[in-house]
């Protein structure tokens, strides 16, 4: 099992949606040395994991391992918020 | 199932809430396929009244609900709307109602990074229409949403986006906010001047002293409803209004009568009482008010009327055995169903609660004729206000189901009359009967006087009556006194004398 697992979920294919995914990918090959699985979510066509998860807002990125989970919303711009939000930073580790 | 869509003159598509009485100050209920903003106070009803109008259509008209919630959790709803037997749960079962949970969770608010949209809330909410089949989606309440997120403008895209596409869908969508003050500005955040095509505001308002909820449709686009504010109450099953106009229209005037209990008071009355009229008695304690409206109810149930009696004074003890001291057997008439007594004590209820419980037992005993006595222990009680809405309330109950009612009024001085009762509701009153002292030779004697009969010709002697073991005796007119009504009864000379009113009994 790879050391970090995301889900992300976005609201169609929008540029938005395309963002965040691309910012993702990024920080994980650059910050997380690319030991990570990815499971994209589109709330449009499966509207009950958004349920489930309690999705408000798109995009939302959770964290389901390591432990502590944590969610995070936008298209993650911004790499270190990103880490930040999400208890990655070194010291977390 | 009846539709309950109806189209208005002007071809706007009106759904019927189902709520009692918002059907008709809405003159059809809510514009359907179009979002409302119900904007009130905190602890105004905002969220009982979606949920009544989400519940109505489950109840009603098979329609499905979604209620979106932003504050309550779902399990606390479930719970406290069970006390109206809106049984959410079994709902939920039976994919007539769904729920999406945006309440708050402890440690649940993701950080922001970067440009967003709501639309894992958009997804849900289509979701659960799908699921559900519902035509009916409230909001609640979007306060929530402007404090959770910290761009307004970003909210209103996202609201618009969310009715746009529930109106698409054929939904009649219903969203609260809570407003800081009863009168100002719609709302704290101008929401509705983006998303609602309608808006009604609800009101808990303090006045004399007691609390008063009103209803008011401020907006209706393009289409009519009725102005200003109504009451409403909440009560065991939920939300009831209290329309005061739109009622009176559908009244027809009945030429029949009937009898008033009293063969001669019928005969002052020009052959007795307007099967749908209203009459009020009004005179001093101890005139004769409740062996007036003793006489009435027996009266109508010795003709097999049903007749239905709400004392606001008198015990049911007090009221059974002056019947039977009167020679009038109400036991034996309740027991065969062709009388009933409802005792209230006036300060138990708000006027709104009155007026919603005795329509109940008037819809449920389906009386022909009936009594309140008093409205003077009821007007002390309300306010000025409300005490002439629940007549006006009362009176179009009664007339539309053609019920001859009798209504008592105290006079405040011994002598003479004219109280504050009277000032109100004789405008609404068909007829009026009075019962006067009058003092007269060191003697006090009692007078009856038909004041008012809308409608037909009567007697207007002041006659002299007498009460006895038999009831309410009506003799000749007092032809020698004058000044009965100013309350200052003087003898004046008529000449010869020979019918001056003073009788052997």
């Known amino acids: ?93 | 199932m009846a539709s309950t869509i109806q189209r208005s003159r002007d071809g706007v598509e009106k759904v019927a809430t189902g709520i009692p009485g918002f059907d008709i100050i809405a003159q059809g209920g809510l514009p359907a396929a179009r979002a409302t903003l119900v904007a009130g106070t905190a602890g105004s009803g905002k969220t009982v009244f979606v949920t009544n109008f989400l519940a109505a259509g489950i109840q009603h008209f098979a329609e499905g609900a979604v209620l979106v919630t932003f504050e309550d959790a779902p399990a606390d709803i479930r719970k406290n709307m069970l006390s109206f037997g809106w049984d959410i749960a079994q709902w939920e079962r039976e994919s007539k109602w769904a729920f999406v949970d945006v309440s708050p969770e402890p440690n649940d608010e993701p950080a922001v990074v970067g440009s967003y949209d709501l639309g894992g809330l958009v997804s849900r909410i289509e979701h659960a229409v799908r699921k559900t089949k519902a035509t009916r989606v409230a909001l609640d309440s979007l306060n929530a949403l402007f404090v959770k997120f910290s761009d307004p403008s970003l909210i209103r895209a996202e609201l618009f986006r969310i009715t746009t596409s529930l109106k698409e869908m054929g939904v009649t969508v219903l969203f609260t906010a809570e407003r800081t003050q009863d009168y100002g500005a719609i709302t704290q955040f101008g929401v509705e001047e983006f998303v609602a095509d309608n808006v009604i505001i609800l009101r808990n308002l303090l006045n004399e002293e007691r609390r008063r909820r009103t209803i008011e449709i401020l907006k209706f686009r393009g289409t009519t409803h009725e102005r200003g504010e109504t009451p409403f109450t909440v009560v065991e099953r939920g939300i009831v209004m209290i329309p005061l106009t739109g009622l009176q229209l559908t009244q027809t005037s009945s030429t029949l009568r009937v009898t008033s209990g009293i063969p001669a008071l019928d005969d002052m009355c020009g052959g007795g009482f307007f099967r749908d009229s209203v009459v009020l008695i009004s005179g001093a304690t101890g005139a004769g008010k409740t062996l007036l409206v003793t006489q009435f109810m027996n009266g109508g149930f010795n003709e097999g009327e049903r007749s239905l009696l709400f004392a606001f004074e008198e015990s049911r003890d007090q009221l059974f055995r002056n019947a039977r001291a009167w020679g009038m057997d109400f036991d034996r008439a309740e027991k065969e169903g062709w009388l009933k007594v409802v005792n209230q004590y006036p300060h138990a209820m708000p006027m709104e609660d009155h007026l919603v419980r005795m329509r109940d037992v008037i819809a449920d005993y389906e009386p022909q004729r009936l009594a309140v006595d008093s409205l003077s222990a009821l007007e002390r009680v309300f306010s000025l206000r409300s005490f002439r809405e629940f007549i006006i309330g009362l009176t179009s109950t009664l007339k539309q189901q053609s019920i001859t009612s009798l209504f008592t009024s105290t006079t405040p001085t011994l002598l003479g009359g004219g109280s504050v009762t009277e000032k109100h509701i004789s405008t609404l009153t068909d007829s009026i009967i009075l019962l006067r002292y009058v003092e007269s030779l060191g003697m006090m004697r009692r007078s009856i006087n038909v004041l008012k009969m809308r409608g037909s010709a009567h007697d207007a002697a002041f006659r002299e009556f007498t009460i006895d073991g038999e009831g309410m005796h009506i003799g000749d007119p007092f032809r020698n006194v004058s000044g009965i009504l100013t309350g200052n009864p003087h003898l004046v000379s008529v000449g010869n004398g020979a019918d001056n009113g003073d009788r052997d009994d």
Request: hydrophobic content about 40%; aromatic content about 4%.
């Open chain 1, 1 to 93: 099992m790879k050391q970090f697992q995301f889900t992300l979920f976005i609201a169609g294919e929008s540029p938005r949606s395309q963002r965040a995914i691309a910012n993702l990918k990024r920080i994980a090959q650059e910050r997380l040395g690319g030991d990570y699985e990815l499971t994209v979510v589109d709330v449009q066509q499966e509207p009950e994991r958004a349920e489930e998860e309690r999705i408000l807002t798109t995009p939302t990125l959770v964290k389901r391992a390591p432990e502590p989970r944590r969610r995070v919303t936008g298209d993650l711009t911004n790499a270190e918020q990103v880490l930040i939000a999400l208890s990655l930073l070194p010291e977390d580790l």
